[in-house]
């Protein structure tokens, strides 16, 4: 069984950072894509940034220049470091390991950290 947990999240004033911590335990894949995904109240989860264990990255437009994804493929980690966060920003992140053995695109999802950004 697979088990995501995150941890980072909290209040900040705009301008400010944060840096949210993902660590994956059980039996991983090798060969797989951790990331972050964000909801908004009232609005579609969506991709945040993500990283495979080849080292490729992806960043949602939005985040772009402000935001960095880093992973530990050894100790399956991956951090989201945020930076000038702005208030539409605010929503609950979620972590994300994607794995495709025998070909199965199997999701697994933590539960969940709010980051609220508000003055």
């Known amino acids: 069984q697979v088990r995501l947990v995150e941890s980072g999240g909290g209040l900040v004033q705009p301008g400010g950072s944060l840096r949210l911590s993902c660590a994956a335990s059980?039996?991983?894949?090798?060969?797989?894509?951790m990331g972050w995904y964000r909801q908004a109240p009232g609005k579609e989860r969506e991709l945040v940034a993500a990283a495979t264990s080849s080292g490729t990255t992806h960043y949602a437009d939005s985040v772009k220049d402000r935001f960095t994804i880093s992973r530990d493929n050894a100790k399956n980690t991956v951090d989201l470091q945020m930076n000038s966060l702005k208030p539409e920003d605010t929503a609950v992140y979620y972590c994300?390991?994607?794995?495709?053995?025998?070909?199965?695109?199997?999701?697994?999802w933590g539960k969940g950290t709010l980051v609220t950004v508000s003055s």
């Open positions: 994300n390991l994607a794995v495709s053995p025998y070909d199965s695109d199997r999701n697994y």
């Open positions: 059980g039996s991983i894949f090798r060969f797989n894509t």
